[in-house]
């Protein structure tokens, strides 16, 4: 992938950028972000207050404010896998690109593994939301009990919880790492209490040699260690369909199926976020278009792999001949839902087509409208998987078709807000671009540059090893 | 249940142990937390008798109050709180079984819109007073009450409560005891009376090879239910009989049956005269005074007229052909007409014909002590009662359970007749309309704490007298039972023999034990035999068996007239839960969905898919039920088990008073009924209105139990097999 | 030499008598088996009564058996407050001058029942049984029923309500919890089904 | 900790799948048999399931809601959609909770809240439901109801709370409940029966909604016990729960076609408690 950067007319990212511009540069959104930012400070506020006095009210009447028989489960579900998904871009972008050594992650990755840590802990919200007494939710975790009493470890349900605790401290142990120099450059361009706070973070980090090779084998190790994670907690979570007996949720194919769905939202998440951030800090010079094409091809890709295993899913429902399965699934193209269930096909299949243009690919508005209306078809996803199935399920005297409450949609709102704000305030604090690694990137420009040079010149090239091995690729 | 009188009562008396009361789970009071010490009060017996042990229950005999039909009953009792009924097992009524209503009883016991004391109407509202205040006023009101023009409103009474009642009567000087009741087959009694010498014959269901009931909801609300339930398990079971029900709506028997036949209302007896014709060309003996009545209705002509076709009759009438013995039965659509007594009189003819009396139909005979039978209601007493008042023939007018200001249709304008009876007086356990109407209320104590005896109408083998005793202390000490106020009363009369009884419990007792020794048989003494009464809950007492001997009077049906203007007939449909109403303030029957309908906690009109489509009405849309007397707003609910040209709304509904859960919901069909009597008995005639819908345009969804979904979908739930295989594997 | 083999000797009788005596003792102990207590003590507070009735009086003075009392207990759930004619068996004529008694005549007289105040409870959404219990621990204890007496029987009852006979109205003093129940259980082979104890 | 040991040494017996014919050591095993063609839907069984397991009343609006929680209800279906008029009536089904040996509900509860007692129930321990409502997104009867209010506030007004039942208690917000096979009876009659030294006697005691019921349609009895009247229906009609193996039968291969007893959904291998007997009707043209 790196030589495709070189080659192509466009560099990811300029040559040229002085290592102190870098540093100032992205030290400068600790400061003075353009106005922007602040309005979606208001805004998330905004949305979390309404979600928690949603919350409160539900708290103190009854969850007859959300759901109803038999739609046990509704929007927190739903939103919760939504939410668990976006997580997952995340380490896909710093994890597996960074194993691959795709150079035009480097700007990109630190946001998107925020993005990670947050989105999951947002998820993590919902399943105790939706408890009828939220109050016991600890009883799920198996602490020793003094009434000799377990939790059910033939659940899914107490599966998600290893699971999802898990995968949230390690993405967030691998945010942190990542971050080391970064933090030690910070701690050594402010003052005040930031200086404080930084040089705590930093770890007394002084970058000499040891330190880098400790870190670099660190980093990688946590790489390698969060891809199967990632991949098996979205596996777990989609047991908690696949392992019940219903009609359209006992589906062998949902493990992949859920996985591709989340890097699909996730990496559509990215970038909204990542024109978002492009904006508030002014970081044309880092955010480039290539970059943003790279990530748009990417999700592309996914989403034509996501497409696929919808139509897996239909087809054997199909062919398996399960009077049940297919009962729902016809109920979900026809009934009630179908409005929600063509959309979600659309947004999620046809949609993406988009980002097969290139003229569509380099403008940001576009793209931004597009990777918003990307998730929500992604979030239809999610609730046409978990409604329909409860609205026909085996007993036909208790089919029911159910409309979210206004306090479920609140609350769906508020975990918007939350996760917003978290974000925001994250960007606001740390460094959201990894200088060191845009160091490394220019510097990687540089040599390439300086190869092509040499080519046209044919003067001697300073370090003929290294030149020889870029010519070989 | 041992010991003497006095124990018994003490008992009662001494009763207080605190509700244990069933708590909170999930109120999370985690359970590591302990409780609270000294809180709670356990309140320790004064002496007990030892069968009474905290924490066990102990049953008690009684009899079921919920309808007419007067079952025996059980009920628990633990720590002094009634807590479940049950079917009395010794009770040849129900067998140890009971309907949903009596399940019920006891939220009519602890509802909470219970008349805790006197109420007496000063300047226009009902206002607590004294006891002593309301017997002085009734004593006065009494005395310058000149004898006719005094009159007792009751529903159905029976054993010593109508003893004393008539007897009251008596002293007043008047003979005015009107007994008010809507539901019953007030025409057939007088039909079984003239045809076959007795108002109620034993009916023998489970002898029957099949049963053609037109419109006799016996599963539902028909004469004892749940009787009739328990002799149709045995009905069906072995070589299991047929049932083919023909009614206007379909009831919950109609449910039941293996061939239902919709039928244009009034046209029943046309319908039973065709089939008898049929049978008559068949060969069967028609007597002398039917002949030119069935032979005026071939089947083709029959046809035209019910809208069931020529084949349907034929057929029908073969198959009674070839199941004998059979039963034909007339229910509530056939008698509620102007002519409904000779359209149950053609129903009575076909069991004639057919040689049904004496297998499936046999006396009851004449029951011993003709002053305990049943004063069965009837809805002519409630016309009479209205014109009586409206013709101001009364000064004086006791009511007791009966709610004639709900029952009573627009034409009788009763609301106003009452207001021209200077002094009424309603012994209510509820603020019901008439309770409300009235100048003054004497709070009654619940069945379940008062004591008495009844008298089923309808008397199946072994039958006799249902002995009802407290189940419990009563729950506020300033209601009265009735027997006591009856005897209160008396004594206010002067009525010197009644003075030696302290209390109506004492008059009873003494009654029961100085019966004639035949009744005694196994009982030590008079204690005993009072204690094994209580016991048992039903006094057998041997009736002397009779022969019933047919005659047929001369049969004159008229032809339907079409009525253009109102082209529907309006069926107000009964429905085990709600009855007459009398149940609508019991929780738990608001919300057990009608059997047919599955709809709760409201009234709806049930209208044949198609009709509705002429009409341009669409399920859950409010329509406006319009007849000449008025017009009900009430949900369209689209069921195929209506005939075309009917339009079936429930009673019960529609209450103006009774209490949080009935007060303001549905509406009363009662009220629009037109002003049709039936020419020889003057019943109303429930099924005589015409009417005519509009749709209002407006809509609200009705709540349904299962919410709609009426398709099995295919799905393995509920399997139907054919009788003939049931036989084979099965019968008897 | 000799005060030696003295010494011997006398060391001998005093270790020899000791050993025959403790033998002796342990050989007059008696062998009924209780219920193995499960740990856990509970601080409860003096709940005040209407008439505040000494149990120690009852049961260590007069040596009344707890069952003679609380006789529900062997046939029911509850153990229940003994009914007030119970008390007037004895109290007509025994210590009728005692203001307690007058307190309680006074009641009895005006056929009021007594309101005493619960002290021992456990949630709504368990069920607990004593007669279960006591048929375990007592009926079904062949050498307890031989010698049926207070002191043999208090000990049962002292396990989930502590030694009433050292105690004027009943305190609270065994914690009552699940997990208290459920050590008990195990220590004493009761069912470990949730639904024997949760309704 | 003796419960953590409990749970390391009967980890096997803890997660035998039905595969291995599940839970084996019963007591007893509680079963009905409901003759559909006695039943005549008068609803008195639900009625008197509300009466004795303190059954909210949750009036109209939760109603519609679908808020409602009669555990025993009656359903009615409409088989012939194409005539003009019912003309073979309706079909009644009471459906309650069917104690399936193979409870779908059991294993997804994170808490066994519901679990699978010795007398061969399905328990649903109230104080330990923490609401994840997973136990009724699995049920394929959808016989478990839900308490999405505190009901205790609306539904029993003074003096209407003194008929609860003191054996069973009242459910708050937030708890899923279903039909226990009436456990309050079933425990009273095996205490009385331990009490007496002697096993529990069929026809000894039953349940509310079986002794309701007015054609006798509901039968109720020990499934264990050779002798009571429900292993004689289930034998006379051929059904039983699990074959040699002792596997749960998916379905019931019968000498005689003919006999009326199934399960319903038995295809779905829920080893259900209740064996029905079909409706019958006459084939009349």
């Known amino acids: 992938m790196k030589d495709i950067a070189i080659h192509s007319q466009e560099k990811d990212i300029r040559e040229d950028l002085p290592w102190k511009q870098i540093n100032t540069d992205i030290l400068r959104s600790l400061d003075n972000p353009r106005r922007g930012y602040w309005y979606s400070i208001i805004v998330c506020l905004v949305l979390l207050a309404i979600g928690f006095t949603a919350e409160v009210i539900q708290y103190q009447t009854g969850m007859g404010m959300s759901k109803n028989h038999p739609h046990m489960w509704n929007l927190y579900i739903a939103t919760f896998i939504f939410w668990i998904g976006m997580s997952h871009s995340g380490t896909l972008l710093s994890a597996i690109l960074h194993i691959v050594h795709a150079d035009w992650r480097k700007p990109i990755y630190r946001f998107a593994e925020a993005m990670t840590t947050f989105s999951l802990m947002t998820a993590l919200l919902f399943p105790v939301i939706h408890l009828g007494r939220l109050w016991n939710f600890y009883w799920v975790v198996p602490y020793i ?113 859920f996985v591709a769905g989340a890097l699909y939202s996730g990496c559509a998440a990215i970038i909204t976020l990542f024109i978002l951030l492009r904006y508030y800090f002014r970081w044309e010079e880092y955010m480039t278009l290539p970059i943003l094409e790279k990530i748009c091809k990417l999700t592309f890709a996914i989403a034509m792999m996501w497409t696929y295993l919808n139509l897996v899913e239909f087809a054997s429902v199909w062919y398996g001949h399960d009077v049940y399965g297919k009962e729902v699934l016809w109920g979900k193209m026809t009934g009630a839902y179908a409005p929600a269930f063509w959309s979600m096909m659309f947004f999620g299949s046809v949609l993406p087509f988009a980002l097969a243009f290139r003229s569509l690919r380099r403008h940001i508005p576009t793209m931004m409208a597009v990777s918003i209306l990307l998730n929500v078809g992604m979030w239809l996803e999610r609730w046409m998987i ?69 080519r046209v010149g044919g003067a001697a090239p300073a370090y003929g090893a290294h030149m020889k091995k870029e010519d070989a690729v | 249940m041992s010991g003497n009188e006095l124990n018994r009562r003490g008992f009662l008396k001494l009763m207080g142990w605190s509700a244990a009361g069933a708590g909170l789970a999930g109120c999370d009071l985690p359970s590591t937390v302990t409780l609270e010490q000294g809180k709670e009060t356990v309140l320790s017996y004064l002496s007990p008798e030892e069968y009474v042990i905290p924490g066990i229950g102990v049953w008690y005999a009684s009899t079921c109050m919920q309808c007419a039909a007067f079952c025996g009953i059980h009920g628990r009792v633990r720590e002094g709180h009634a807590l479940k009924l049950e079917g009395n097992p010794d009770s040849p009524l129900n067998r140890g079984k009971l309907c949903q209503m009596g399940q019920a009883g006891i939220q009519g016991h602890y509802n909470p819109d219970r008349i805790t004391q006197p109420l007496l109407r000063k300047d226009g509202k009902l206002t607590p007073i004294g006891w002593d205040e309301a017997w002085s006023l009734i004593g006065q009101k009494i005395s310058n009450a000149p004898g ?131 049978l008559m060309k068949g060969g069967a003996k028609v007597p002398e005074a039917a002949i030119a009545a069935v032979s005026a209705y071939e089947p083709a002509k029959a046809a035209e007229v019910t809208g069931v076709s020529a084949e349907r009759i034929e057929k029908i009438a073969a198959l009674l052909k070839e199941h004998s013995p059979s039963l034909v039965l007339a229910g509530a659509p056939v008698e509620g007409h102007a002519h409904g007594y000779q359209a149950a009189a053609a129903v009575q003819l076909l069991n004639i014909m057919l040689g049904n009396v004496g297998q499936t139909i046999v006396s009851a005979g004449g029951f011993p002590f003709p002053q305990l039978a049943a004063k069965s209601g009837s809805t002519r007493d409630l016309i009479a009662f209205a014109d009586a008042a409206k013709n101001q023939k009364l000064d004086v007018a006791f009511f007791y359970g009966a709610n004639p200001v709900y029952s009573a249709p627009h034409f009788l304008a009763l609301p106003e007749a009452l207001q021209k009876i200077p002094f009424k007086v309603a012994f209510a356990q509820f603020p019901d309309e008439t ?50 106020a009856l005897l209160k009363l008396l004594k206010l009369g002067k009525s010197e023999q009644y003075a030696a009884w302290e209390d109506y419990y004492a008059y009873l007792r003494n009654a029961v034990a100085t019966l004639p020794a035949e009744y005694k048989a196994g009982a030590a003494n008079d204690n005993a035999f009072w204690d094994q009464t209580l016991q048992k809950g039903v006094l057998k007492v041997a009736a002397a068996a009779q022969e019933l001997k047919p005659q047929v009077p001369e049969i004159k049906l008229p032809d339907v007239q079409p009525n253009e203007g109102y082209p529907l007939y309006l069926v107000p449909s009964t429905q085990l839960g709600l009855w007459d109403g009398r149940h609508a303030n019991l929780p738990w029957l608001q919300e057990a969905p009608d059997q047919i309908s599955k709809v709760v906690w409201d009234s709806w009109a049930e209208i044949h898919p198609a009709t509705a489509a002429k009409l341009g009405i669409k399920e859950d849309d409010i329509i406006e039920i319009a007849s000449e007397q008025g017009s009900i707003k009430v949900k369209a609910y689209l069921f195929k088990g209506v005939h075309q040209d009917v339009v079936a709304v429930p009673m019960g509904q529609g209450h103006e008073a009774y209490g949080r859960y009935a007060k303001n919901r549905g509406v009363n069909v009662l009220k629009i009924l037109d002003p049709v009597i039936d020419a020889k008995t003057r019943e109303l005639a429930l099924y005589g209105t015409r009417v005519k819908l509009a749709n209002t345009g407006k809509n609200e969804p009705l709540v349904i139990e299962g919410r709609g979904n009426n398709s099995q979908r295919g799905r393995k739930l509920v399997v139907t097999i054919s009788a003939d295989q049931f036989r084979k594997t099965e019968g008897a | ?50 008439i505040e009735f000494p149990h120690d009086i009852h049961t260590k003075v007069n040596k009344i058996n707890c069952l003679y009392c609380h006789t529900y207990g062997r046939r029911s759930k509850v153990a229940g407050i003994p009914p007030t004619s119970k008390c007037m068996g004895c109290h007509r004529v025994i210590a009728t001058d005692k203001p307690r008694i007058q307190k309680l005549t006074e009641y009895w007289e005006k056929r009021q029942s007594i309101p005493w105040k619960k002290v021992h409870d456990v949630p709504d959404f368990v069920h607990f049984t004593h007669e279960r219990h006591l048929k375990k621990f007592i009926f079904d204890n062949e050498d307890l029923v031989q010698n049926l007496s207070v002191d043999t029987v208090a000990p049962v009852c002292a396990a989930c309500h502590g030694d009433l006979r050292e105690m004027t109205v009943a305190r609270k003093v065994k914690p009552m919890t699940m997990g208290w129940c459920v050590a008990c259980h195990e220590a004493n082979g009761g069912p470990g089904d949730c639904w024997k104890c949760h309704k | 900790m003796s419960s953590l040991q409990n749970l390391i040494d009967n980890w096997s017996q803890y997660r035998k799948g039905i595969e291995q014919g599940g839970f084996h050591h019963y007591e007893h095993r509680w079963g009905m048999a409901i003759d559909l063609n006695a039943c005549i839907g008068c609803n008195a069984c639900s009625t008197a399931c509300y009466a004795e397991n303190n059954l909210a009343v949750v009036g109209p ?65 109230y104080n330990r439901c923490i609401g994840s409502r997973y136990c009724n997104n699995n049920c394929p009867y959808r016989v478990r109801y839900f308490n999405f209010w505190s009901y205790y506030e609306t539904s029993w007004p003074e003096p209407l709370n003194m008929q609860l039942n003191p054996d069973l208690t009242v459910r708050d917000k937030g708890v899923m409940e279903k039909c226990t096979f009436c456990v309050q009876r079933i425990r009273t009659a095996k205490d009385k029966a331990k009490m007496e030294n002697r096993k529990v006697k069929d026809g000894e005691f039953t349940t509310a909604c079986a002794q309701a019921c007015p054609t006798n349609a509901i039968h109720f009895g020990d499934l264990m016990d050779p002798e009571s009247q429900v292993t004689k229906l289930w034998a006379t009609h051929q059904v039983s729960r699990v074959d040699e193996q002792g596997r749960p039968r998916h379905e019931q291969d019968k000498k005689n076609p003919d006999l009326r007893g199934y399960r319903v959904l038995e295809e779905l291998n829920t080893d259900p408690s209740v064996m029905y007997l079909e409706r019958v009707r006459e084939t009349l043209a």
């Not at chain 1, 330190?211 to 994670?229: E, S, T």
């Not at chain 1, 159910?402 to 949609?409: F, G, I, K, Y």
């Not at chain 3, 006398?10 to 009924?32: D, M, R």
């Not at chain 4, 003309?87 to 909770?97: I, N, T, V, W």
């Open chain 2, 435 to 484: 309770a409300e109407a009235a100048d003054l209320v004497i709070p009654l104590a619940s069945y379940l704490e008062d004591w008495g005896t009844h008298v089923a109408a309808y008397q199946p083998e072994e039958a006799g007298i249902t002995v009802q005793q407290p189940l419990m202390e009563r729950m506020y000490n300033d209601t009265i039972g009735f027997g006591d």
């Open chain 1, 145 to 257: 009990p003094s009434r000799g009493t377990w939790p059910n470890f033939r659940s899914p349900l107490s599966w998600d919880g290893f699971a999802i605790m898990t995968y949230l401290t390690s993405s967030a142990l691998f945010l942190y790492i990542g971050m080391l120099p970064d933090l030690a450059i910070a701690r050594d361009n402010t003052t005040g209490w930031r200086k404080q706070l930084y040089s705590t973070l930093s770890l007394g980090w002084c970058g000499n040699d040891r330190q880098w090779r400790v870190f670099r084998k660190a980093y990688m190790l946590m790489a390698i260690f969060l891809i199967p994670l990632a991949v098996s907690v979205h596996s777990i979570v989609s047991s908690d369909f696949a392992m019940s007996i219903n009609p359209g949720w006992h589906v062998t194919t949902f493990p992949p199926y």
């Open chain 4, 61 to 125: 609006e939760r109603f519609a809601q679908g808020h409602f929680m009669h555990w025993l209800r009656v359903e009615r279906y409409w088989d012939q959609p194409d005539k003009e008029f019912p003309e073979q009536g309706a079909s009644f089904l009471p459906m309650m909770c069917q104690q399936c040996g193979a409870a779908p509900c059991e294993p997804v509860c994170p808490v066994v809240a519901t679990y699978h007692t010795p007398d061969g129930l399905n328990a649903q321990v």
């Open chain 1, 386 to 454: 978990v409604s329909p199935t409860l609205s026909q399920s085996f007993y036909p005297w208790s089919w029911d078709v159910m409309w979210p409450t206004l306090t479920s949609w609140a609350i769906v709102l508020g975990s918007f807000g939350w996760f917003g704000l978290l974000f925001l305030v994250f960007v606001k604090i740390f460094p959201s671009v990894s200088m060191y690694e845009v160091k490394e990137m220019v510097y990687h420009r540089k040599l390439a540059t300086e190869k092509a040079a040499a």
């Open chain 2, 148 to 278: 006719e023009r005094f009159a007792w409103v009751t529903g159905t009474v029976s054993g010593h409560q109508a003893v004393l009642l008539a007897a009251h009567t008596e002293a007043m000087g008047s003979k005015n005891h009107f007994a008010v009741e809507v539901i019953g087959p007030h025409v057939g009694r007088a039909v079984n009376q003239d045809m076959l010498g007795e108002a109620m014959p034993r009916l023998v269901l489970d002898k029957a090879k099949l049963i053609l009931s037109l419109g006799a909801d016996f599963l539902g609300t028909w004469v004892s239910p749940t009787h009739f339930a328990t002799e149709y398990a045995k009905f069906r079971s072995g070589s299991r009989g047929m049932l083919v029900q023909v009614e206007p709506k379909m009831t919950l028997t109609g449910g039941n049956a293996d061939m239902w036949v919709p039928i244009r209302p009034g046209t029943e007896g046309v319908l039973a005269l065709a089939i008898a014709n049929v």
């Open chain 3, 1 to 50: 030499m000799k005060d030696l083999l003295r010494r011997w000797l006398l060391t001998f009788l005093c270790v020899g008598g000791f050993l025959i005596g403790t033998s002796a003792a342990a050989s007059e102990a008696p062998t009924i088996k209780y219920p193995v207590p499960p740990p856990g003590d509970y601080n409860g507070d003096v709940v005040e009564q209407p």
